[in-house]
């Protein structure tokens, strides 16, 4: 059983960055591939980011490339996502999810069998 904890959202102005901190349970989180959702009101859940067991690899949704970054500390069982540049229609629920499946880095949320309980992110413009 993995359990996984977001932490970091908020409410901050349009141009602004927040880092978003994601803390795992379980032993063996540095085999897990990572990833970052967001689910924005009356939209479904979107993929924002993932990345590898090894921190090696990271793949991006069109929409934060290069304002958002995916990384990852095994030593602390913990992913992040720093948030750059921030803008009104990146207001969402933002949710971590761990895939115990070491082989990929898919971008589909049924590809990953655990999640956290999300949490806010208001940017206002």
């Known amino acids: 059983q993995v359990q996984l904890v977001e932490s970091g959202g908020g409410l901050v102005q349009a141009g602004g960055s927040l880092r978003l901190s994601c803390a795992a349970s379980?032993?063996?989180?540095?085999?897990?591939?990572m990833g970052w959702f967001r689910q924005a009101p009356g939209k479904e859940r979107e993929f924002v980011a993932a990345i590898s067991w090894s921190g090696e690899s990271t793949y991006y949704a069109d929409s934060v490339k290069g304002r958002f970054t995916i990384s990852r500390d095994n030593a602390k069982n913990a992913v992040y996502l720093q948030m750059n540049s921030l803008k009104a229609e990146d207001t969402a629920v933002y949710y971590c999810a761990a895939r115990t499946i070491r082989v990929g880095i898919p971008t589909v949320q049924m590809a990953y069998n655990y999640w956290g309980q999300g949490t806010q992110v208001t940017v206002s413009s």
């Open positions: 379980g032993r063996t989180f540095s085999t897990y591939t």
